[in-house]
């Protein structure tokens, strides 16, 4: 089992950061790159940096450079963001769980509602409720973060009852959800993307993959996904 518990605050600290960078760049969309990409590449330097693996530093270099574009560049990665993950036509990679785990591979499924089940537990409600399936890839990675600052807060506080609480809500979170689907999505994008800011960005989520790897349920390599999806045959309606 994955031993981030066990690290010091400092290393929950930076993964609790690029899981908010990333939840953001997601959230926030292809226009808001120029402001959504800087997060990320001063989180996952932090992360590059601390693990020392070649792989990730190479990653950065590409993001830190994306994130220098010029506006021309920058209209470039927009129109690729939308085609990988907005539309208009069917998202060649849709960042929903439910289209990667349900039967159908539709969004809107099961998925879903159970994120929401557990969101509600903590008293939480997905700010785009009713404009965005619960089970967006943002409001997920979010709500993980979420759970890391609940265990920076009780070691802080040396709360060991709430630490093991919150340690494991987030075990269990990442099994049951992130770590079904996170690895295939981020294949999809790699098979998809056509511009290196979205190859990057396939790599930032393999290294989340990989850190949590004792966690996942489905093996290191993924197949290619390659969702049809239609938002108007859902059957469910928030």
């Known amino acids: 089992m994955v031993r981030l518990f066990y690290f010091p605050p400092y290393v929950l600290k930076i ?32 992360i590059s940096e601390h693990y020392k693996v070649d792989k990730l530093l190479l990653t950065n270099e590409v993001l830190d450079q ?32 439910s289209v990667y785990v349900s039967p159908d591979h539709l969004v809107m499924g099961e998925q879903a509602l159970a994120v929401r089940k ?26 993980a973060a979420y759970l890391l600052s609940q265990i920076m807060d009780a070691q802080a506080t040396k709360n060991d009852v709430k630490v093991q609480l919150y340690k494991t809500l987030y075990h269990e979170f990442w099994k049951q959800h992130l770590g079904l689907w996170l690895g295939t999505f981020a294949h999809t994008v790699t098979q998809s993307a056509k511009h290196p800011l979205f190859s990057a960005l396939s790599d930032v989520l393999v290294t989340l993959t990989t850190l949590h790897a004792p966690l996942n349920t489905k093996e290191a390599y993924y197949e290619t996904f390659s969702p049809q999806i239609s938002r108007g045959s859902s059957s469910c309606c928030l």
Not at 17 to 30: D, P
Request: hydrophobic share 35%; proline share 8%; glycine share 6%.
């Open 15 to 46: 993964h609790n950061e690029l899981l908010l960078a990333l939840s953001q760049f997601f959230a926030k969309g292809g226009e808001k790159l120029p402001q959504t990409l800087s997060p990320l590449v001063k989180s996952y330097s932090a």
């Open 66 to 97: 994306c994130s220098k574009a010029d506006d021309d560049e920058f209209l470039v990665m927009r129109f690729e963001f939308n085609r990988l993950f907005v539309g208009p036509s069917s998202p060649l990679a849709p960042p929903y769980e």
């Open 118 to 143: 557990i969101y509600k537990q903590e008293n939480l409600q997905a700010t785009g409720q009713g404009r965005e399936p619960d089970d967006f890839i943002s409001t997920e990675l979010e709500f």
